[in-house]
């Protein structure tokens, strides 16, 4: 584990320091507060960058990697796949079940805050199930799987900062709080490393091949 931190530290190291700037921030705001200085925060150009940032946590961007990653490395396939999945299995858990009736940001502000919140025009707001961010969780699994993938370390910080942009699109256009986005990136960056680790186990050498290579 050590050395898998460290070969990736481009990565993991800056992703600390997001979940301890986001917990600081967590800690002396209230989560409204902190959504309504993110808010104000906007313009024409963010509008519309954000906007589509968002669709990186879309889960079809898992079918898309799942199936190029088969022509690369089969490992490589499983272990994004597979923790991908459990990842949805449990940020639905919380969602659904758990913490069902949590609002999200426009629903909350209508029903609780006088603030009117700015909105991106042609986003489709959803009122419940707001905790954890299913789509920053997703993000995470996708860009850390990335990095974990290459070797150069200046791709492996991009990859964060990619990671990053599309969780805090989920704040900007007003489907998530801060807390949600939080806790969405550390269910998605734990299950990939749990993943990678155990799939480092299997010594398998079909797990080595993959669609256009096969010895």
Not at 51 to 78: E, H, P, Q, S
Not at 98 to 119: A, D, T
Not at 143 to 163: E, G, P, Q, S, T
């Amino acid at each position: 584990m050590k050395r898998l931190f460290y070969d990736n530290r481009y990565f993991f190291i800056p992703y600390l320091l997001f979940v301890i700037l986001c917990t600081i921030l967590l800690v002396v705001y209230t989560k409204t507060d902190l959504h309504i200085l993110s808010n104000e925060a906007n313009s024409p150009f963010f509008d519309v960058f954000f906007k589509y940032a968002t669709y990186f946590g879309d889960g079809a961007v898992i079918v898309l990697l799942a199936l190029t990653l088969l022509f690369i490395k089969f490992r490589y396939a499983l272990i994004f796949l597979t923790g991908s999945l459990v990842t949805a299995l449990i940020v639905n858990i919380f969602k659904k079940v758990i913490f069902n009736e949590m609002y999200r940001p426009s629903k909350y502000f209508e029903l609780y805050e006088n603030y009117k919140l700015h909105l991106v025009e042609g986003v489709k707001l959803h009122s419940l199930q707001s905790f954890p961010s299913g789509h920053t969780a997703t993000a995470f699994n996708l860009f850390l799987m990335m990095a974990l993938m290459v070797k150069n370390n200046f791709l492996k910080f991009i990859f964060f900062i990619l990671a990053a942009l599309v969780a805090y699109s989920r704040v900007y256009i007003s489907q998530h709080f801060l807390i949600d986005i939080t806790a969405g990136s550390i269910i998605g960056v734990m299950l990939i490393v749990l993943t990678w680790l155990s799939f480092e186990k299997i010594d398998k050498h079909w797990l080595n091949r993959s669609f256009i290579r096969r010895s």
